[in-house]
């Protein structure tokens, strides 16, 4: 059994914020949790954009959900997400060369079906009577995909960061990603540190509330820790922060 958008619905029982809303949503939380009690023989599965357990840790439910544990639904690998555009180019009129998907790979960089369709969609058009797409097309196509006029494809990310979070949390998690999309590579957790350090007085709760904020940015899928640094996990959601953003 899958419940979809459940933190969207969640949020939504909290509003107006306040401890008839927080008592609403607990109430549903723990009827959620007592069916799933009484239909042990069925698997449940809370599904969402954002994450659950950001949303809960913001509003002091955890207890209504500590049966429950967090499952990442990843990328595809670069082998999946081959086939998924070979699949995609066998279905239609527009043939995409070995090359030519390696490179949407690479370019794409966090290959998700959303925005593997999205190129695709877009090579469609670009390509319009040609019958095999080159790296150049796709280069053509991701240039546009970043033009203001498509910013809608984007802009998601950044709205939801309000919802989910609320301010100011918001507003020191869009300073965190304004930093990290400045460098491919990304940036340390010293500088990120440093940067909340001129939001937040206190050591201990910056420290904490940094914790916090890189455990949901990582966990819905902004940014990536490698060889620690903080990166953005798509290329594409970088260059719309970077372009259209960060100041």
């Not at 809370?46 to 990328?75: K, P």
């Not at 150049?136 to 006029?149: G, S, W």
Request: include cysteine.
């Amino acid at each position: 059994m899958q419940v979809d958008e459940l933190p969207v619905f969640l949020l939504k029982l909290l509003q107006p914020e306040g401890d008839p809303a927080r008592q609403r949503a607990r109430e549903f939380l723990y009827w959620l949790r007592r069916l799933r009690g009484d239909f042990k023989n069925i698997q449940w599965i809370a599904a969402g954009s954002i994450g659950l357990d950001a949303v809960v840790e913001r509003y002091r439910l955890t207890d209504a959900v500590n049966d429950l544990f967090i499952f990442h639904l990843h990328a595809y690998d670069d082998a999946t997400a081959d086939r998924f555009l070979e699949a995609l180019a066998n279905s239609y009129s527009l043939a995409l060369p070995c090359e030519v998907r390696t490179h949407i790979i690479e370019r794409v960089g966090w290959p998700i079906p959303y925005h593997l369709q999205l190129l695709y969609s877009g090579l469609r058009d670009h390509c319009d009577g040609q019958p095999t797409a080159t790296r150049k097309d796709v280069d053509a196509v991701i240039a546009n995909l970043l033009q203001p006029t498509h910013s809608s494809y984007f802009d998601t990310w950044r709205q939801r960061l309000l919802d989910e979070l609320g301010k100011p949390d918001s507003d020191y998690a869009l300073g965190l990603l304004n930093a990290a999309c400045q460098d491919p590579d990304g940036v340390s957790r010293d500088t990120l540190a440093l940067w909340l350090g001129g939001k937040i007085n206190d050591p201990e709760t910056k420290d904490e509330k940094l914790r916090y904020l890189l455990n949901v940015l990582i966990g819905d899928g902004y940014l990536i820790e490698a060889a620690g640094r903080y990166r953005f996990r798509s290329f594409l959601l970088r260059e719309y922060w970077r372009r259209r953003v960060a100041p």
